[in-house]
């Protein structure tokens, strides 16, 4: 059994560790540095967006070669309105993620093995290396807790290719113009080249998911009620959101022990859309700038900054409460619609979790479009004893 000794042990290798590992580089290049993943490669069909807004200038800068795509505006579609907002809407996919990483890193990565335990300052891989170091920031994704209580956001993801130009220029960030069944559902379309569109059909459910093959006859009959035929599918993904309702914070963080963590895994992610990538930069900055990076001091820093993020975020906690909890299903849409036809600075606030008390209030202001009494029941349930009975989202989701 060999050990070794880094100042820094990344644990996952996904988005939060991959810019974590990327930014210490750039800004710390003296440190001894290990990223460890299980899969075989960094490379994956994922796909994470931002919004113009969301990050600073400086941030948009060193983020920069990791996009692949970036357009100057987006739309959304809603049953009584659509809205164009000329604002900055940029991708960065997994495979590019990866392939910088990958060349990056070189020998500070560890692919294809398995981390078996794991503390503050060491882990155990399944070949039986123990690797110490003065902090390990665990990133290996969201894992349950009572102490919250989340809904999923369940999508299904497709790369297709058209058999003639699609003419959409720019992307579709929410269509909800569609079946919305027992539960709050928008496609969600970027166009990558004038042939290639990525397609996203996308549930906020709080129990049993539709299955893929629901989620691949939505796509097919979106695509065709746009009037694209389909050439190719080029890659498909199927994934989950957690999306936060309620949670006793002080008592999840009491749980991880002093353990640093990142991504999900700390519950940075915006609360209501999913978006993980502005909260992913902000902590790898954040990180990439401590002069010491040691196991409890990162731990009490990263549980200030996720503290911090838990009270902007709590207007959108009530938000989703509306989503999935008030009203009949089929018209949860009312919600996100009323949102969206707000003042425009409003909802550049809302996506860069910013949004001020006067934002609040000129949405509360408003007669919120669900039946008052489920409205005022979710609303005023925040902890987790409240949601014993929850109710759950039907098996068979159209």
Not at 82 to 104: C, S
Not at 181 to 196: E, M, N, W
Not at 342 to 351: L, V
């Amino acid at each position: 059994m060999s050990t070794e000794h880094y100042d820094v042990i990344l644990a996952g290798g996904g988005l939060a560790n991959g810019l974590i590992a990327w930014r210490l580089k750039a800004l710390q290049p003296q440190l001894r540095i290990l990223l460890v993943e299980q899969k075989a490669t960094l490379q994956s069909d994922n796909v994470w967006s931002f919004h113009e807004g969301d990050l600073t200038e400086q941030q948009r800068a060193w983020i920069q070669p990791l996009v692949e795509y970036q357009w100057d505006s987006y739309r959304v579609h809603f049953p009584d309105f659509d809205r164009q907002f000329f604002d900055g809407y940029a991708t960065v996919t997994g495979q590019r993620l990866g392939q910088v990483l990958e060349a990056a890193l070189r020998a500070e990565l560890r692919l294809g093995v398995r981390i078996t335990q794991l503390t503050p300052r060491e882990i155990m891989l399944d070949t039986g290396e123990v690797m110490h170091a003065s902090v390990v920031i665990d990133g290996r994704g969201a894992v349950d807790s009572p102490q919250m209580v989340v809904g999923q956001q369940v999508f299904l993801r497709q790369r297709l290719r058209t058999q003639r130009p699609h003419g959409l220029g720019a992307p579709i960030v929410m269509d909800a113009c569609i079946g919305q069944g027992q539960a709050y559902r928008y496609a969600h379309v970027l166009p990558l080249s004038d042939d290639t569109l990525l397609v996203e059909d996308t549930y906020f459910v709080d129990g049993t998911a539709p299955s893929r093959e629901q989620l691949r006859r939505s796509i097919t009959h979106y695509v065709e009620s746009h009037g694209w035929s389909i050439a190719q599918v080029i890659s498909e993904e199927l994934g989950t959101l957690p999306i936060t309702l309620a949670g006793d914070f002080d008592a999840f963080w009491t749980e991880t022990a002093g353990q640093p963590r990142s991504g999900a895994r700390a519950g940075f992610y915006h609360a209501t859309t999913g978006y993980a990538l502005p909260h992913a930069i902000r902590l790898a900055q954040w990180v990439s700038e401590q002069p010491v990076l040691e196991a409890a001091a990162l731990f009490q820093g990263i549980h200030r900054l996720a503290q911090r993020d838990w009270r902007q975020q709590g207007f959108n906690r009530v938000l989703n409460r509306l989503l999935l909890l008030a009203g009949k299903p089929e018209y949860r849409w009312r919600v996100m619609q009323r949102f969206y036809s707000g003042p425009r600075a409003m909802i550049q606030r809302f996506h860069a979790g910013r949004m001020t008390t006067l934002d609040k209030l000129q949405v509360v202001a408003k007669r919120i479009p669900v039946p008052l009494a489920g409205a005022v029941q979710a609303v005023y349930r925040h902890q987790p004893r409240q949601f014993q009975a929850m109710p759950r989202a039907a098996e068979d989701l159209r």
